[in-house]
């Protein structure tokens, strides 16, 4: 298999579905019928676990020489320890934690519970056992409810006689489908130690509900300065957090300034922030002093759902610096530095985090203008094949994977499979689906957070991503995919193994779907009052960076690492390979009409004669039924089609490492793209670089050149800056229209395209005089320095 082909995704047949051992199913693959049993789990391979729930403990003996008892529980089945923590002094503990072993890896017949007395120096004491035999343990199905957990006497290490001492346990056999499974213990995470416990399981997030806060700046009164031979020149600095914003100076020497400017920032629920506003002097370039400061809680502004207009109130100022002394605060309620502002927080809009070209939510911020889902997404995260070895471990090479989906406010993180190259994780998730026009992204990563030596400073490495657009996906089907997970390196493209999934979209209302492809993808307030470019692109950066914070402050923490290669943060970064890869994709697009014009050239070139004929009939018969044109153009992009039907992709498309100029990209091109920014680069690479863009840019600039000049041509056309060539073009403006007056258009048009298709010997080599007498029109580019 080349690399071509390695690079692609492909179809797979894993046994999907939850099998039970005397012989029942639930879900399957291919086409869903409409006599489906509903099932939570049927997009995953169905993994079995013993579960083990230690509730508590009561009259434990104490210890008869402290007078007291430490106990904890140990699990025991084979060569597999799970421990409960233990409690100073207490003959009475509560532990409500769960065990889980893999049925893969059990090698023994019995499961041991064991209750032992934590002692500081010397061994534990044992307090007692509970003996399970494997072949008794019960069989939850889901939906049953939870097993009951039940009281079992202590024994003694013989099993031959009761001891003192009772432990509530519940023990069963079930499914990745249990609702212990995300909180659970499991057995093959026993080397990680301390917090790193916390991040091998797995979580469901929810993203901070985002809100835009609009401030307009609109004027000041009575602002002072220490330099009272001049007026102030004023400005407003205004933050949020740790975002900070500026107007612009005002121009006329003032103590009543005016701005009438908006500044906008995101903010996250709850507001935790303030918005810290201060009135600055502008003494020299280099200068400013504070003449008044305000803090206003966020709660302080209105919330507004549409374009309505929101009422300005004015702030009195606290007097900062000179004045605030002692015997000055009797004057403060007499004179006050004010601000005038109007400020509301935005819920018509949809706060952006995620760039517009993979977006995966388009709702506002108000949960009032939300409609109804359109669709339910269901994802099943089988496994990953072949992963590269991250990092050192023992003397050797291995990878701690998990994966971490994001749809929507909806992230999800499974569990992580420690020492695995190929871990199976088999868990299935649901999203609700709003607009189907939008992308779920999936990202693998190494967990670098397991309690090792380096956890406290190491981050999670990225494996690889996969982004699924669900307008290519057919309703109701299930796809079972094996994704190549590629990263661009400094040396190269490389794939870093396959990820596995089963997804399925179900539609809910056609109706709404269709009715959803007529309607911007956007709320309307983005159309209504829309921001311009840089604002954008500024508040999505902070956007992504209040979502990594709060992320990040989650248990398990979603690291800032993992959520800024989700939410893609340096797509805005400059790249010569992502700008060869969008030059060839206009290129192509080009293609069709590139074509479109040989062919025309062949035909009028009577290359096929037969071809060239037929064309001269087409256009005598559209001339002289020219009602034909618009439904013909119509019904032969029908036939396209119907036609292009046959092959249109059975599966959804995946990252193209030809159409991103991976391949073959210049590995100094690559150094650039993964430079830091600003560059760190020592001066002589800097200096090349420079040079190089300038170069391209060079091209570019002619290039748009050419464009302005044709345009300048056309303009010249009846500006008189030619005066010969305008005359000679209204002169010949006029014989048209009266020619055009006289003769019947059908002749026109049947005589131009005669014309038009000439034979070749009644052709010239030479430009036609049209086309000279365009060319020698004058254009702006001599007036250019």
Known sequence: MGAEDDYKAKETKPQLGERWPHGGFRGGGGWISSDRVTSTYDLVEQMHFLYVRVVKARDLPPNPVT????????????????????FDKKVNPEWKQVFAFSKEKIQSS????????????????????????????????????????????????????????????????????????????HADAASVQGEGVHSVRSKV????????????????????????????????????????????????????????????????????????LTIECKIDPSKDEIAGRIVLPLNTFEKRLDHRAVHSRW?????????????????????????????????????????????????????????????????????AQGLVPMKPKDGRKTTDAYCVAKYGLKWVRTRTILDSLSPKWNEQYTWEVYDPCTVITLGVFDNGHLGGENSAAGKDSRIGKVRIRLSTLETDRIYTMSYPLLVLQPSGVKKMGELQLAFRFTCLSLASIIYLYGHPLLPKMHYLHPFTVNQVDSLRYQAMNIVAVRLGRAEPPLHKEVVEYMLDVDSHMWSMRRSKANFFRIVSLFSGVIS?????????????????????????????????????????????????YRSRPRQPPHMDTKLSWAEAVNPDELDEEFDTFPTSKAENIVKMRYDRLRSVSGRIQTVIGDMATQGERLQALLSWRDPRATSLFVVFCLITAVILYVTPFKIIALVASLVYLRHPRFRSKMPSPPINFFRRLPARADSML
């Open 596 to 644: 479109m014009s040989k062919w025309l050239e062949e035909v009028c070139k009577w290359k096929n004669p037969i071809t060239t004929m037929l064309v001269h009939v087409l256009f005598c018969i559209l001339i002289c039924y020219p009602e034909l044109i618009l439904p013909t153009t119509f019904l032969y992009m029908f036939l396209i089609g119907i036609w292009n």
């Open 315 to 383: 702030f009195n100022l606290e007097r900062f610096g000179f004045g605030v002394l002692e015997g000055d605060r009797r004057n403060e309620l007499k004179f006050s530095t004010r601000i005038h502002l109007r400020g509301c927080l935005e819920g018509g809009y949809h706060v952006l985090d995620e760039s517009t070209m993979y977006i995966s939510d388009q709702r506002p911020t108000a949960r009032q203008l939300w409609k109804q889902p359109v669709g339910i997404l269901e994802v099943g995260i089988l496994s």
């Open 110 to 185: 019995i499961l041991e519970v064991f209750v032992r007395d934590k002692e500081m120096v010397q061994r534990d004491d044992y307090l007692g056992k509970v003996v399970f035999d494997m072949n008794e343990v019960p069989t939850r199905v889901p939906p049953d409810s939870p097993l009951a957990p039940q009281w079992y006497r202590l024994v003694d290490r013989r099993g031959e006689s009761k001891v003192r001492g009772e432990v509530m346990l519940a023990v069963w056999m079930g499914t990745q489908a249990d609702e212990a499974f995300s909180e659970a213990w």
């Open 205 to 276: 997030y929810v993203s901070p509900k985002l809100w835009y806060l609009r401030v307009n700046i609109i004027e000041a009164q009575d602002v002072e300065s220490q330099d009272k031979s001049q007026p102030p020149q004023v400005f407003v600095k205004s933050q949020v957090g740790k975002q900070v914003l500026k107007t612009k100076v005002c121009q006329t020497r003032t103590t009543n300034p005016f701005w009438n400017e908006d500044l906008l920032f995101v903010v996250a629920e709850p507001f935790e922030e303030q918005l810290v």
């Open 67 to 86: 007078g007291s008892c430490d106990p904890y529980v140990e699990v025991k089945l084979g060569n597999y320890k799970g421990k409960t923590k233990h």
